[in-house]
């Protein structure tokens, strides 16, 4: 064989090896939507699911080392309080994917903000969240008001 097609040959091979490196589109679709709903189950969770389920099938390893499971029930219960009900509307306000986590530990991330309309306000549910395996797991999440909705006429 040729030395010049042995080259374009290996250039064809490590382009080929370079393209599949990389995440597809649709993954990348994939992983998103699923990043999502962990986000939106973890909010309806806190209010309305049992604390140790939630906590032993939606937190990561890292989360669990964090917060025990009874700081997190305690947790649990005082947001139930101060909410004052289920929220009447959940939805995604935005999200993004990374590479790299806070920590440094490379991988694959999501943040993912959730708005949530409880009955004694709205709040921001941010969630940052970790592929292990098929699933996306809590690795922290914060909350904080969200501004109520303006209706423009």
């Known amino acids: 064989m040729p030395e010049v097609v042995k080259r374009v040959l290996r250039t064809l091979l ?6 599949y490196s990389f995440p597809s589109a649709a993954t990348e679709d994939a992983d998103q939507v699923a990043a999502q709903q962990a986000a939106v189950n973890f909010t309806n ?6 604390p140790a389920t939630l906590y ?22 005082l947001f139930r309080i101060q909410v004052g009900g289920p929220a009447r509307n959940i939805r995604v306000a935005g999200s993004t994917s ?11 991330f999501y943040f993912v903000r959730v708005r949530a309309d409880y009955p004694n ?4 549910l941010d ?17 904080m008001p969200a ?3 303006c209706e423009q006429k």
Do not use: C
């Open 14 to 19: 490590a382009l080929i090896s370079v393209l």
């Open 45 to 50: 969770g806190l209010f309305d699911g049992i």
């Open 56 to 77: 032993n099938s939606q937190a990561s390893r890292g989360f669990r080392r964090a917060i025990n499971l009874q700081q997190f029930s305690m947790n649990s219960a």
């Open 98 to 108: 990374y590479a790299t986590a806070p920590t440094g530990e490379a991988g694959r």
């Open 121 to 124: 306000g709205p709040l921001f």
């Open 127 to 143: 969630h940052y969240l970790s592929k292990v395996g098929l699933s996306w797991l809590i690795e922290t999440y914060t909350v």
């Open 147 to 149: 501004p109520p909705y």
